[in-house]
């Protein structure tokens, strides 16, 4: 039925007859010539509709609405003078068409396709046609290469892909199971596995040395932006290796993975030990491109006069007494938003927040 995507074609195709199908993006009346852009999962190509090159084409064209289905047959050529759209990749080219074909026509739509200020809760409910935008497929195409290239590399590491069970016995983990009761067996559940953990160390204590897999997790906790009660995450487990290998693995996973998303990702990374990141960041999973580090101040509060902090100081090898560095501070913040930082660190505990500042005649705070 078709010969070839919308984005496959381009100034090499020009005279050749294809055949293209897909949705109705948009359409223009142009003084009696009929402009429809097409859209399949690959992008948009102009359709041109001329009652001169076919009458028949144009009447069916005159009918097309939004999101209408449909099936074009027609000669590539190029776009006139000055007609050319570089925002599109075929935008130097259009389809001069023969035959138009509606194959199914489509209601007014609860929303425009693509347009990011609609609500969530009206693209959720309409989900099939959120996916028709071209970012959800490039979204799910990436995630689709990332997932090829995790097995290739891991298979090129000496990894056996297991799929371990999804109905399994309730296990103590991080988390409340989801429960699925058995109709066999009267009373008894089933637990959806939280991760994999028990099966795979099965795995290892069998001899089989090296596993994978990309592993369906539930969890029956609180939603949070980083928690999801229904995730998938690449496990891996090995035997008979130190942190280096453990390294090694991660290196080359992440470099394919972001390859095959044509990002470059040079290794060996980085490195900084626990102690350093929770010197430095406080935090064990620190950003790096955040470059305002902690700074251990503990040895000068030694020698001040307020006695909160002296008695903090007394004992450097428990407590720790760190500040953050920031040129011009006190041109940057004002006494109103320092006060909202000390309303900020109290929601996690903290009694309150000290500052000074460095002033020509001595510390201010």
Same mark, same amino acid.
């Given at each position: 039925?078709r010969?070839?995507?919308?984005t496959?074609?381009?100034?090499k195709?020009?005279?050749?007859?294809?055949?293209l199908?897909?949705?109705?993006n948009?359409?223009?009346?142009?003084?009696?010539?009929?402009?429809?852009?097409?859209?399949?999962?690959?992008?948009l190509?102009?359709?041109?509709?001329d009652p001169?090159?076919?009458?028949?084409?144009?009447?069916?064209?005159?009918?097309?609405r939004d999101?209408?289905?449909?099936?074009?047959?027609g000669k590539?050529?190029?776009?006139?003078?000055g007609?050319?759209n570089?925002?599109?990749?075929?935008?130097?080219?259009?389809i001069?068409?023969q035959e138009?074909?509606?194959?199914n026509?489509?209601?007014?739509l609860? !929303?425009?396709?693509?347009?990011?200020?609609?609500?969530?809760?009206t693209t959720?409910?309409y989900r099939y046609l959120?996916l028709?935008d071209?970012s959800?497929?490039e979204?799910?195409r990436? &995630?689709?290469?990332a997932?090829?290239?995790? &097995?290739?590399?891991?298979?090129?590491?000496?990894f056996?892909?297991?799929?371990?069970?999804?109905l399994?016995?309730?296990?103590?983990?991080g988390?409340?199971?989801?429960?699925?009761?058995?109709r066999?067996?009267?009373?008894?559940?089933?637990?959806?596995?939280?991760?994999?953990?028990?099966?795979?160390?099965?795995?290892?204590?069998?001899? !089989?040395?090296?596993y994978f897999q990309?592993?369906?997790?539930?969890?029956?906790?609180?939603?949070?932006?980083?928690?999801?009660?229904? !995730?998938?995450?690449?496990?891996?487990?090995m035997s008979?290796?130190?942190h280096?290998?453990?390294i090694?693995v991660?290196?080359?996973l992440?470099?394919a993975?972001?390859?095959?998303?044509?990002v470059?990702?040079k290794?060996?990374?980085n490195?900084?030990?626990?102690?350093?990141?929770?010197?430095?960041?406080?935090s064990?999973?620190?950003d790096?491109?955040?470059d305002?580090?902690?700074?251990?101040?503990i040895?000068?509060?030694?020698?001040?006069?307020?006695?909160?902090?002296t008695?903090?100081?007394?004992n450097?090898?428990?407590?720790r007494?760190?500040a953050?560095r920031?040129p011009?501070?006190?041109l940057?913040?004002?006494k109103?938003?320092?006060?909202?930082?000390e309303?900020?660190? &109290?929601k !996690?505990?903290?009694?309150g927040?000290?500052?000074?500042?460095?002033?020509?005649d001595?510390?201010?705070?």
């Amino acid at each position: 039925m078709r010969s070839h995507y919308c984005t496959d074609l381009s100034e090499k195709n020009v005279g050749e007859e294809v055949t293209l199908t897909g949705w109705a993006n948009s359409y223009r009346d142009h003084g009696g010539i009929i402009f429809i852009d097409l859209r399949d999962k690959t992008g948009l190509i102009q359709l041109t509709c001329d009652p001169e090159d076919s009458p028949e084409a144009h009447k069916v064209a005159d009918s097309v609405r939004d999101e209408f289905v449909l099936i074009a047959k027609g000669k590539v050529r190029l776009r006139g003078e000055g007609l050319t759209n570089p925002r599109l990749k075929t935008g130097a080219i259009e389809i001069v068409v023969q035959e138009l074909i509606i194959e199914n026509k489509s209601a007014p739509l609860p !929303f425009v396709i693509g347009d990011k200020k609609v609500g969530e809760e009206t693209t959720l409910k309409y989900r099939y046609l959120e996916l028709r935008d071209p970012s959800m497929y490039e979204a799910f195409r990436l &995630r689709s290469k990332a997932a090829i290239a995790a &097995r290739n590399i891991l298979d090129a590491n000496g990894f056996l892909e297991v799929e371990t069970p999804i109905l399994t016995k309730s296990t103590p983990e991080g988390a409340r199971d989801y429960l699925v009761p058995s109709r066999v067996h009267n009373g008894e559940f089933y637990a959806l596995p939280q991760s994999p953990q028990l099966f795979k160390q099965l795995l290892m204590v069998g001899g !089989f040395d090296r596993y994978f897999q990309i592993a369906k997790c539930f969890r029956d906790e609180d939603l949070r932006a980083d928690r999801q009660p229904e !995730f998938t995450q690449i496990d891996v487990e090995m035997s008979f290796c130190n942190h280096e290998d453990d390294i090694k693995v991660a290196e080359d996973l992440l470099t394919a993975m972001f390859k095959a998303c044509d990002v470059e990702v040079k290794a060996p990374f980085n490195r900084i030990t626990y102690k350093e990141a929770m010197e430095l960041y406080g935090s064990d999973k620190p950003d790096l491109r955040y470059d305002l580090k902690m700074v251990d101040v503990i040895d000068i509060f030694e020698r001040c006069d307020n006695e909160i902090f002296t008695s903090i100081a007394k004992n450097p090898h428990i407590n720790r007494i760190k500040a953050l560095r920031v040129p011009g501070a006190d041109l940057i913040f004002s006494k109103r938003e320092m006060k909202s930082f000390e309303d900020f660190v &109290r929601k !996690f505990g903290a009694h309150g927040l000290g500052y000074f500042q460095m002033k020509e005649d001595g510390l201010k705070g």
